[in-house]
Each structure stands twice: as structure tokens, then as C-alpha cells.
């Protein structure tokens, strides 16, 4: 077992496609990885997500140490294997999910004092006690604890806010275990100032990491925020170390971000969508309970081969949404990562390709035509 | 395409192996048909229901009637299009599920008038609306329009409504249009009287149908009593028809119900059970959200080839129901259902081997055993 690495294999203006290299196998960049919340990517069987070309999930530190527990997982033999995923997994660090409790957390400079969301019961996270979770879990990828601010933010708090990360991120690398194959990933924070993002990206390339992570952002910035703060973000990350942008995003989000140099991705939009009747096509995205589905006999998407869109009709999942059947969610989940996976690798081929700008123009006019009839259905050609 | 038939294979004792041949596949019996009440088997695929091995599904009229409505259903191809279920269906009347509405019902000589549980609109069920319905659907096994009186009731009250059901079963077969491989059958009404049922096999088989339900069981008789009424009306019905004893039941029933004689079953306990962490093993019933299961790294069943005891630990199905995970219901639907169908081959296997007595008691040890501890567990021999 070699080094868990990053290689490039081609670029396109600030493009990169790639392979990560890792303990358990590897995983083609830009990649999506879908959510895993709970130790289960929500109304997926594994084998489903696998069919998706899925390459790598993403488990949540927070949910999983509260329930089933991190010594429980590691007593059931891992992540891995308790939820049926021989391949790569990230974890994040549960600073994101701890912040978002609000008053049920204190915070200080050692670390975060919380209160579960379940039972009430009080827990700690601190940069150590992350990292040996994320450990106990097995984690291909460990993320660095960090504080996530929420934005607007003054530029003040976001410095203390930032600062205080890069003090916990070294930390968080002190705890972390290298093994062949396992990396971690520090989280450039900093909000939307340049000058702190700067800063913390120097900071964490001093300490050094397998790979980094842009956090802070999709939190109610807005999108053209959001690719400013990455125009000059990426460029000052190690140009041979994966880039992760947390939490990001739609498929037009990724597009852009993949534009700016970001590599992997993670959101729980596809599989949240797909248990709300939302559905993500090359055409935009559809309401399957909108009624002017019920008598609609088309697939989702023609081109798509998903078991929702090589078996079934719009029909036929619009009446599962207005009859609530599990399958609904079920079928249109799988249907969602299946698209957001096509999507990853039509931007990759893209990339390789050296024609990144004229996909990401047929992508566009696909996602904007969102009014499309049973008559007029062509598909952006992106053969 | 020949006509719709059942033919017997071996018998032991009363109990039959068989098979059913029809325009949409062939059926070994005694067979469990799982319930896909409104155009989906709950939290499954139909790639996973088939990978059970289940030979036969059911639709309910009375939920696809009202949503999707049956000219839907039509215009998307039929149900078993729509659903993806190119092997046979049997479609109930809508007779039992109306009759369950109570003050939403008005009950007549020619039919019942109705409210729908969905939106309150009124609607109509006669014996000749009811089959159009289901030839609509495409069902290829038919069921007679029935009144299914609920247990306790006075022997004048159920000889009554058995001689409504019996009038109607006549307009049923009067409307029922004859295909090659698609068939109609009877429901023998009665309640646990003798000569009620009686009564009721000889009009249908004056009648004429391609096979035989029992219906007005497992409506709070009990077992002992659903026994001994099938222990004289089974005999009663014509030896080369099938047999299909309606909404039953437990292993256990299914067991019994095959020594007297009967050949086709549904009900939705296994599905059910699935939904709310109930499991059926050889070894009876678990409860996956009990505390003991929390660290079992045992699968549910050794012998069990569903995706549930294939991958996946009893810990890990004891935390997908905790953390109402979605992915809790779709592998305990799959594993019940999967048992089902192995119960229902095992069954099938001894009668051929004309050694049904011995796997039965086997199988009723193995039922009784329900507390096993991770150091016991020897598993009934049915091999």
C-alpha cells in the first residue's frame, strides 16, 4: 500500500481531472460523494449507490459518535464494513453540525461542549477527540475539526473565528494517526475576505495535509460570493493535493466550482431532493408532484439508466409521491446521485478532452430549457 | 398461449405442490404473493422482490381505483408495466377493503356505494364494475366481487351476505372476459358455519371458475377455528383448481393452511413487519429495536441470502430503526420477504418429497426457540 496521494491527469483553464489514491481503492476527480449521514446514504441500498459510479461517501462525525456510537461502529469492524462500503469514505469533523446547534453548544478555545440533538445527553469535541472518532470509525479521509461561522459574519469575528481553526487544525493533525493510504484534509476558512483566506491557506500548507478543504462557504453567501471567494482561494492551495469544497452544491454550483479548480464535492441536495419529489435532469429540475406528470409516460431522463428511468415512467413516480410510497423517495434518489455522477464524469471527460468550455455551455442551456413538453425534448448532445 | 390451469405436481396428506400456468409465467405452488397494494410492494424494488423469488404479486383494487385510477393505469400500460412486473398479478375485487370503510359505505343488492379514505369522493363497486376494473389493470388472476362480513356474526346474518356474495360471484363471472392465460376466480364466503360453506363451494363451482379463494378467514376467529373451517371446506373445493386462502397469515398459518389443502396466500404481515422492525426467521420473530441487538454482529439469519443478512449485522439494522433510517424498513421488508418465499419452497420441497410431516415439526421447533443468545443457535436442520 502506497501513500494516500492526489495525480493529475489533465487540466482545462483551472480544471483538474485526477485520481485519488487510496486505502481502499481509487477514486476518479472531480468527484461527488454522496451524504452517508447516519451510516446509510438515505433510502439507498449500498449496492444502489455503487450502480451509481459512486466512488467515495461521506459519513457524519456528529451523528455517527452520538448514534450508534464510534466504539460501536469500530466493535461492528468499521464504517466500512458495518454499512457495506469496502470503498473510500471521508468523514467530516462534526464542527460543522456542532455549530449549528446553537444554543445547545459552548464553545471555547479548547473545544465545543454540546448537547445531543436526540436525548439531551452532554458530549464534547475538541480537535483530539475528533480526530481519534474519525479514527475509530476508519475513516479514508479524516477532516480537521474547524469552526464553521455562520455569514454575514464581521470581518473581526471571522478572523477569531478563523484563527482559532488553524490553531485546531494543528492540533487535529498532531492527533492524526498516518497510516498507508489514510489521509487528512485540512478546511481553509476565512469567510468571504481574502485576506483571511490567504492566511489560513498559508497556515494550514504550513502544517502541512493530504489534501484541503474550502469550508465556510454555501452557507448564505450566494453563489457569485461564492465563486469570487474561490477565484482566489484555489489557486493559492497546493496545486498537487486534492481540493474539497464542503457542502456544495447543484449541479450548476459544481460546474463552476470544478471550473475554478475544485475537485471533490459533497451535498446532501441530490438525495434530500429525491425524497421531496425533486428531481435533477440535463433539462432542470422537475416537481414529480406537479399534476402535470400523471399522465406522463416518459422516463425521467432518456439517457439516464437509473432503475427509475430504465423501468418506470413520470407517471408512474408522480403517483408514488401522491400515494407516499417509499419507492417514490427510493427511485428518485437513486435517479439524483445517478445524474449528479454522469454529471461528474461528463465534466471530466470534459476536462481530459480539453473542451471543458463548450460542455459547460451545453450543461447550461440543458439546465435553463426547464420548460420542456412531451413534443419538444431535445438534449444538450454532450456524446 | 394455452388456457389459465393449476396442475398438481404431488401431494402429502391434503397438502399439494403444483403448478400455476398463466399468460404471464408459471407459478409453483403452495406460493406466497407478496401485497403491492397500490402499484409498489412497500419499500422494495421489483428487482428485489423478484430476487426473493417470489412468483406472483397482488394489487389492491379499491387504492389503484383511486389513485392512480384504473384508465391510468390502462394508459400506462397496465399495471404490470407500470410496476415492473412482467409475471402474473392477482388483482383483489375491492370488496374486502370497501366493506372495511364501515360509515364511508352503503351497502346494496347490486353493489356499495362509497367515500374514498383519500379525498372523500364518491364511488361505486358492482360486480361487473369491479371486474372491468381489474381487466383494466390487467390482472390475470381476477377476483369475484364479495361481501366480506366481519367474525363474530350471526349465522343469519353471514348465511345472508353469503348469498349476496354468491349472487354477485355469478355477475362477477358474467362480466369477467375469457383470455388465453388469465384467469377468474370464486371466494367461498360462509364465516365458520359448516353448512354456510357448504353451501357456497357448490354455487361457485356451478358456476365455474379457475380457481377458488377462501375468503371471511383471519378476521378475528382465530387460528384454531380458521383450522377446522378449512379442515371441511378445503376438501369440499374441486381438486384441480388452485386454492387461495385470503390475507393469511403467520409462518405458522401458511404452514397449517398448506396441510389442509391450500395453494396460494397473501397478506401484508411480512411487509408490514419489515416497516416496523419486526423479523421473521427460522427462529421466530425479533424485534430490531430491542436493546440486545445493539451489538450483535450476527446477521438475521445464517441461511438467508437478502441483501439484510448477506451484508449487514443485526447491530447495524438495530441502528438504521433507531435513527428511522429509511434503509431500516427497505432490508427488513426484503429479508421478511425472502423468507416467505424460502418457507414457502421448503414447504413445496417436502410435499415432493412426500415428507412434509417432518419438516413441519422442524419448523414449528424452530418457531418455538424465539430466545436465543448469541452462544445457541442451532438452527432447525431443513436441508
Known sequence: MSAFHW??????????????????????????????????VKAMTMDSVRSTGAGIVLGNTYHLMLRPGADRVAALGGLHKMMDWPGPILTDSGGFQVMSLGALRKLDQDG????????????????EISTQIQHKLDATITMAFDECPAL????????KSMELSMRWAARSREAFVQRDGYGQFGIVQGGTERDLREYSVRALADIGFEGYAIGGLAVGEGQALMFETLDYTAPLLPPDRARYLMGVGTPDDLLGAVERGVDMFDCVMPTRAGRTARA?????????????????TRPLSPDCDCLACARHSRAYL??????DEILGPMLLTWHNLAYYQRLMRTIRAAIIADDLPETARALRAGWASEDWTPDEMPYPDLS
Open 7 to 40: 495525480r493529475c491527469s489533465a487540466t482545462c483553464g483551472h480544471a483538474r481531472a485526477g485520481m485519488l489514491k487510496t486505502a481502499h481503492g481509487d477514486v476518479p476527480t472531480p468527484t461527488f460523494m454522496p451524504v452517508g449521514t447516519a451510516g446509510t
Open 112 to 127: 465545543v461542549t454540546f448537547q445531543s440533538h436526540i436525548d439531551g445527553s452532554k458530549h464534547r469535541l475538541t480537535p
Open 152 to 159: 454575514p459574519a464581521t470581518p473581526e469575528n471571522l478572523r
Open 280 to 296: 435533477y435532469t440535463e433539462r432542470g429540475t422537475l416537481n414529480l408532484r406537479n399534476a402535470r406528470h400523471a399522465n406522463d
Open 318 to 323: 408522480h403517483h408514488l409521491f401522491r400515494a
